[in-house]
């Protein structure tokens, strides 16, 4: 019986935070805003590609960035001029529609061509969350370990875009690049996987591709 009422429970969770995440992005919908969902553990190097992001890309960009804590990656976007606004989360270990939509009326959808949502960093308590974005980006870091996909496949299976970053440092910790490509393929055959090193600069037009070619499909 316990186990009956566990599922049960977290069925109902699932089914409202959907019944959000529908109204966010038709929110977005009506005004012709993209929403990406970042999500990577801390140390993958998310909040450094948002902010190449904000510099490089086409185009009026907004964050929510979500943590624990927020100031902090907040406090690194709002050095580049754009709207944001920092998501405490407290206890929680992610970020879910709910909470997202309590901060809408907070961005300047008039003003912005795209909604970057910086998730809680980890790969495991933000899969079943969906935020009402366009799109969900996984970032990992070579220097979590080559098994990191093996570790967490659920995350990998939702996502839409997924980059492997700091591949400059793969020999200096050990990580075999072309094995965690390999197991993101097996789990999800149909992602777009980049590799990058954003200290160095690689990788970063492709990723600004791709987001745009799937906002545009």
């Known amino acids: 019986m316990h186990k009956i009422a566990e599922v049960e429970v977290q069925h109902n969770i699932m089914k409202a935070n959907k019944k959000i995440a529908d109204r966010i992005q038709k929110r977005l919908d009506d005004n012709n805003v993209f929403g990406v969902d970042f999500v990577g553990a801390i140390g993958s190097g998310k909040t450094s590609l948002i902010e190449d992001l904000i510099e490089n890309m086409e185009g009026s960009i907004a964050v929510i960035a979500g943590d624990v804590i927020s100031k902090f990656d907040a406090g690194r976007f709002e050095k580049h001029n754009i709207p944001v606004v920092g998501l405490n989360t407290g206890k929680e270990c992610h970020l879910d529609a709910h909470l997202v939509e309590h901060v809408l009326d907070d961005i300047p959808f008039d003003r912005i061509d795209y909604l970057f949502i910086e998730n809680v960093g980890n790969l495991i308590c933000p899969v079943d969350f969906d935020l009402g974005s366009h799109m969900r980006v996984v970032v990992i870091s070579v220097s979590e370990g080559d098994d990191t996909v093996e570790k967490h496949p659920l995350i990998f299976q939702d996502s839409d875009l997924v980059i492997i970053n700091?591949?400059?440092?793969?020999?200096?910790?050990?990580?075999?690049?072309?094995?965690?490509?390999?197991?993101?393929?097996?789990?999800?055959?149909?992602v777009k996987i980049i590799t990058t090193s954003l200290k160095k600069n690689k990788g970063l037009n492709e990723v600004i591709s791709a987001i745009e070619k799937f906002k545009n499909s």
Request: glycine share 4%.
């Open 166 to 190: 700091k591949i400059d440092i793969a020999d200096a910790v050990g990580a075999d690049t072309e094995k965690m490509v390999s197991d993101v393929e097996t789990i999800n055959p149909d």
